[in-house]
């Protein structure tokens, strides 16, 4: 029996799109919007928890605490790209293109033991090199170690929740969302009870969930699981995910540098208030897209002509900053209001971080598009995110020491707006 408020979703979105893009709903577009209402509806409430747990952990560890675990975040993101290689996009893109059982098993199946494998091999690399590794981020080793445990856990839990997607099987990945941000509320609110508050407190909830969601994910996806490694797709993948590992690298870069420079010529406080900054704006704005995300690139991947994609594109941008920059605005400012007083409210940031949010947002539908269209439009993901990443950095280096926090998110606004204008004149090629 159809659930009476998720059939009335369904049924406004239908009728947005349809005043939006003067067309009815096709069963494709039908499909997309019930799967996009399923994906919306979790993380919307999971984004519910996750502000709340985020607030009230910046509150009780104070921005040097809240920079410290957000160091730990930044650096093993860096970390995880060589253990999962792109190759959980790969599994996404091929295993949505035919939803034959057993061709999803191969894939899924062979996907899952590259991911195992390049994950043993970079933890066993980390290993061999703490010391210098620990170094290069300039952080201490016992520091370094924490960022590779979250990493692993990181690579592991992203995979899993790749499969759900690859699979089609949204309904349980929006239901794991929510119970995800749930259980790391719990715990780290466990942990501030019984007297332990430190940015570990905070870092061993993500580490607790993550290993609980890989193993119900396990088990809900066993049957598609098979010790059958194909030498062919292995191969399709690898290339498809050296190029996705290009674009993953220079994301990385260029959404995670302003951190790790920030740290280096400022202190944990200021990377504190930046990242409450960042997450009132640019995380929140990225929740919300990754709802979109979430469902859109396995609709896109089944379209041979992306003509169609960036036609809707153009229709829909006017609405994204028209209605979106107040929005970041009005949600900075409270998010702000309640991360407390050690947290200042700065016009001028509020803005620069609003309309950083907004690009962002737009580039993702371009790279999304792009990266639905196989390996040439993986390429040319590639060479648009290394622009960003060293546009990014040279603006970094140059704008910090200048304007500090200030410096950090417009280095951000210039490294999008070329990546954007690089996929503008790209978007021909595909």
């Known amino acids: 029996m159809k659930n009476p408020f998720s059939v009335k979703i369904i049924e406004i979105i239908g009728y947005f799109y349809e005043r939006m893009f003067d067309e009815k709903v096709s069963v494709d577009v039908e499909k997309f919007i019930k799967n996009l209402s399923y994906v919306g509806f979790g993380i919307v409430i999971s984004t519910l928890f996750g502000v709340g747990y985020n607030i009230y952990a910046g509150r009780i560890l104070g921005p040097t605490g809240y920079g410290e675990f957000t160091l730990v975040q930044t650096i093993s993101l860096f970390l995880s790209l060589p253990m999962i290689?792109?190759?959980?996009?790969?599994?996404?893109k091929y295993s949505c293109e035919n939803h034959d059982l057993s061709h999803q098993r191969?894939?899924?199946?062979?996907?899952?033991?590259?991911?195992?494998?390049?994950?043993?091999?970079?933890?066993?690399?980390?290993?061999?090199?703490?010391?210098?590794?620990?170094k290069l981020f300039s952080v201490s080793e016992n520091f370094f170690i924490l960022s590779v445990v979250l990493a692993i856990l990181y690579s592991l839990y992203f995979h899993c929740m790749s499969i759900l997607r690859s699979?089609?099987?949204?309904?349980?990945?929006?239901?794991?969302?929510?119970?995800?941000?749930?259980?790391?509320?719990?715990?780290?609110?466990?942990?501030v009870i019984a007297g332990f508050i430190s940015f570990k407190s905070i870092l061993f909830s993500f580490f607790?969930?993550?290993?609980?969601?890989?193993?119900?994910?396990?088990?809900?996806?066993?049957k598609y699981i098979r010790l059958n490694f194909d030498?062919?797709?292995a191969r399709t993948m690898a290339n498809y995910a050296f190029f996705a590992m290009i674009g993953a690298?220079?994301?990385?870069?260029?959404?995670?540098?302003?951190?790790?420079?920030?740290?280096?010529?400022?202190?944990?406080?200021?990377?504190?208030?930046?990242?409450?900054?960042?997450?009132?704006?640019?995380?929140?704005?990225?929740?919300?897209?990754?709802?979109?995300?979430?469902?859109?690139?396995p609709f896109a991947s089944k379209y041979q002509n992306k003509d169609?994609?960036?036609?809707?594109?153009?229709?829909?941008?006017?609405?994204?900053?028209?209605?979106?920059?107040?929005?970041?605005?009005?949600?900075?400012?409270?998010?702000?209001k309640l991360y407390g007083e050690n947290y200042p409210i700065i016009p001028e940031l509020m803005i620069l971080f609003a309309i950083a949010s907004l690009l962002i947002a737009y580039y993702g539908i371009y790279d999304w598009t792009f990266c639905s269209a196989g390996i040439p439009g993986i390429k040319l993901v590639g060479i648009s995110s290394v622009s960003i990443a060293i546009a990014n950095i040279i603006f970094n280096i140059i704008l910090i020491p200048l304007f500090g926090l200030a410096g950090a998110i417009s280095s951000t606004i210039f490294g999008f707006f070329i990546g954007i204008l690089v996929l503008s004149r790209f978007k021909r090629l595909i």
């Open 85 to 92: 290689f792109g190759f959980s996009t790969a599994m996404i």
């Open 106 to 134: 191969i894939i899924v199946s062979t996907a899952s033991m590259l991911v195992i494998l390049f994950t043993i091999l970079s933890t066993l690399i980390y290993s061999l090199f703490i010391p210098q590794l620990s």
């Open 167 to 191: 699979l089609d099987l949204l309904k349980i990945y929006s239901s794991i969302t929510i119970f995800q941000n749930i259980l790391i509320a719990i715990i780290f609110l466990f942990f």
């Open 208 to 222: 607790i969930t993550y290993c609980v969601i890989c193993v119900i994910i396990f088990f809900i996806i066993i």
């Open 231 to 233: 030498k062919t797709w």
């Open 249 to 297: 690298v220079s994301f990385v870069f260029y959404t995670n540098i302003s951190k790790l420079i920030i740290q280096n010529f400022m202190s944990f406080t200021d990377l504190g208030i930046y990242s409450a900054y960042s997450f009132s704006s640019i995380n929140v704005i990225g929740l919300l897209t990754g709802i979109f995300f979430t469902v859109f690139f």
């Open 308 to 336: 169609v994609i960036f036609v809707k594109i153009r229709k829909i941008t006017p609405y994204l900053f028209i209605f979106g920059f107040p929005f970041v605005i009005t949600i900075q400012y409270f998010m702000l």
